[in-house]
């Protein structure tokens, strides 16, 4: 396998792994409002999330940025509590031009949070290896591939449970809203005691 492939290969692993589902619930809480005929407002919201990510993570990997571990392990589930938050106190018909804006820089800025996040586990990768560049350009490809697995797969479900399982859309939204608040809110609590102890 070339270096590339590998390096891609971890990326979309390391984000579809279940064992840090941290990050799959939160590409979750982003798209949980949309349903599949909303592709393209979803496309562009992913986008500005890997945009943010992708700056701290080479920033990161290439030490211009240094951030405690504990406090990104921390901060990454508050981002999906406020995510979820804010799904569950939108208005149905509350989608006008400046709160979809708004999505975008929340997810823009929460994708930087996130992306010094991914940093710590490529960094442990990537060892003593002389250029970052490749490794860098195809992990990041890999999030993103994996990030588009991850959106289709909720939006698939929003769909099958929304235009076949006649639940309402905004039901769905609260149903899989509140169900990542709460999971979050607890990560949240662990992440905290952890970071004061540390």
């Given at each position: ?56 993570l ?6 211009f ?48 949070v ?7 586990y ?36 929003a ?5 076949f ?11 899989l ?16 005691n ?5």
């Open positions: 396998m070339s270096e590339f492939g590998m390096y891609f290969q971890l990326g979309w692993q390391h984000i579809a792994d279940l064992e840090g589902y941290d990050h799959i619930l939160f590409i979750a809480a982003l798209c949980a409002v949309y349903l599949l005929r909303d592709w393209k407002k979803v496309l562009v919201l992913v986008t500005a999330f890997t945009v943010g990510h992708s700056v701290t080479a920033l990161s990997v290439l030490n940025i240094k951030v405690s571990s504990a406090l990104i392990e921390f901060l990454i589930p508050v981002t999906i509590v406020i995510t979820a938050l804010t799904n569950i106190f939108r208005k149905n018909k509350d989608v006008t031009p400046e709160r979809v804006q708004l999505s975008y820089w929340l997810a823009l800025f929460f994708g930087l996130h992306g010094m996040g991914f940093s710590n490529l960094k442990s990768l990537l060892g003593t290896e002389g250029s970052v560049v490749m490794p860098l350009f195809a992990f990041n490809v890999g999030l993103e591939f994996g990030q588009l697995l991850i959106v289709a797969a909720i939006l698939l479900i769909g099958l449970a929304v235009n399982g006649k639940v309402k859309r905004r039901d769905w939204t609260l149903f809203s509140s169900a990542i608040f709460g999971i979050a809110l607890i990560m949240t609590i662990e992440r905290f952890l970071l004061i102890k540390g």
